[in-house]
């Protein structure tokens, strides 16, 4: 018992192998940004979408956000690495393999763009009708006043509200490692089947990940509350 | 067409089969996170010499990467504490570790709402402090909760798929059997998809509306 304790507390593996895991925590967090970016973009378009004029494009923005709110990361990912490109292929009549990598990042920013479409639908339709009607009166164009009138208020209001998601999201990053995307997780994996030592390996994972996530969430958490305070003074 | 008759419509006792497992895995899940949510959020709030002990279970369960849970939980509590002796334990335990910390928080915030004053009466009338918590607290912290309670399991549902890892034998890990046995990924993940997100979408359908209807009965606003 005592030697199992002094083994799991052993973290001297995680220092001989600082190189391959700094590395994997890159890839990590290069998984996290590029997923991120996109689930911003397609959540902010599938949002506009939703609250646009064109009914179907709306019916499209619907389904969309549901599929992707209800989508469980894991089946996502293995779906995006393993049906969808077969499918491309099919349909430009060529065989076609994604880059792990690319999957992953896929499959992350279809599953976050639903959360992230449902945040910015609440930002739009919290903003003022009297906003919207104010630019109407001064003749901006319909597209002017989303852009300048409309989104800035949005971002200012709902970015930082989406912490939470930005942490969930950068925790679903573990799971791209069953797609052999090199990241923290399968570089710990690697190393465990290497050596044979799965218990300071994963209690080092898990203790890494706890470090960073609990770091970010405090970080990210003070600075939205200033913001919000400094926006709304 | 064929192959869909082949590879989903002929092999639905498989599917059926996984599903179940995939069910019982998040049944005793949640019912697990419930009862360590409620245990963390009560030794949090009223045994104050254990309260870092909780405090810091808690933000460990919030933010860990269920993955990371269930391999620690799996290749390193059996060696330390010789428990979970299974892959199915393993899976649940694992499973319901994340949510119990997120629960935690709830019913500590739903215990805070409860005002002070309900408690004195229970006392002025000769209530013991265990029943005025089973008999009054309780009932308005679930009532409280039951948005995020139904939330939660859903979150639960949605990473079941990742037991699968460990070899319990859940939806996911059927229909990754039979992608192996033929090669042929198209129908059988596309369904395996479907099901798993027509499910959770009629789950947390449900649930919203069961925690709207409770609520409403009882005088809380719909949440």
């Not at chain 1, 089946?75 to 430009?92: R, T």
Request: charged share 15%; hydrophobic share 55%; with cysteine.
């Amino acid at each position: 018992m005592s030697e199992n304790l002094r083994e799991v507390l052993d973290l001297s593996l995680f220092w001989e192998y600082r190189t391959v895991l700094l590395k994997g925590l890159w890839m990590s967090l290069g998984v996290f940004a590029a997923s991120a970016v996109l689930a911003l973009a397609v959540g902010l378009g599938v949002a506009l979408l939703r609250v646009g004029r064109n009914a179907w494009l709306r019916r499209y923005a619907v389904l969309h956000t549901e599929v992707a709110r209800n989508a469980p990361d894991y089946i996502m990912i293995v779906w995006v690495h393993f049906v969808l490109p077969l499918l491309v292929g099919k349909l430009i009549g060529q065989r076609l393999e994604f880059n792990p990598f690319y999957s992953a990042v896929i499959a992350l920013a279809f599953v976050y763009s639903g959360y992230f479409a449902e945040t910015f639908r609440a930002g739009i339709e919290a903003i003022p009708r009297g906003h919207v009607e104010a630019g109407q009166a001064l003749g901006m164009s319909p597209r002017r006043i989303t852009w300048r009138l409309v989104l800035p208020q949005v971002v200012r209001r709902m970015l930082p509200e989406s912490t939470n998601q930005f942490i969930s999201m950068f925790k679903a990053t573990s799971i791209v490692s069953l797609i052999a995307v090199p990241d923290l997780m399968y570089q710990v994996s690697m190393i465990s089947s290497q050596e044979m030592r799965p218990l300071p390996l994963y209690t080092g994972a898990a203790l890494v990940y706890f470090v960073i996530v609990f770091c970010a969430a405090t970080a990210l958490q003070a600075f939205s509350s200033r913001w919000r305070s400094k926006v709304y003074a | 067409m064929n192959n869909w008759q082949r590879m989903v419509w002929d092999q639905r006792e498989l599917f059926l089969q996984g599903f179940v497992v995939t069910l019982q895995v998040c049944a005793v899940a949640f019912v697990c996170a419930l009862l360590g949510g409620l245990l963390l959020a009560l030794v949090r709030m009223k045994l104050p010499p254990l309260r870092p002990l909780a405090v810091i279970l808690i933000e460990f369960f919030r933010a860990t990467p269920v993955l990371v849970q269930l391999l620690w939980v799996n290749y390193v509590w059996p060696e330390l504490i010789g428990w979970p002796n299974s892959f199915f334990t393993a899976a649940c335990v694992a499973l319901a570790l994340q949510s119990s910390g997120y629960l935690a928080e709830t019913f500590r915030g739903a215990l805070e709402a409860i005002p002070r004053g309900q408690f004195e009466a229970a006392g002025s009338l000769g209530i013991s402090r265990t029943r005025a918590f089973l008999r009054i607290a309780l009932p308005q912290m679930l009532l409280d909760a039951a948005p995020s309670i139904g939330n939660q399991f859903t979150v639960i549902v949605k990473s079941s798929a990742l037991v699968s890892v460990i070899a319990v034998p859940d939806l996911m890990f059927e229909s990754q059997k039979l992608v192996n046995r033929w090669y042929e990924p198209i129908e059988i993940l596309t369904a395996t998809a479907a099901i798993y997100i027509g499910f959770i979408f009629l789950m947390s359908w449900a649930l919203a509306r069961v925690a709207g209807a409770l609520r409403r009965r009882f005088g809380l606003g719909a949440n």
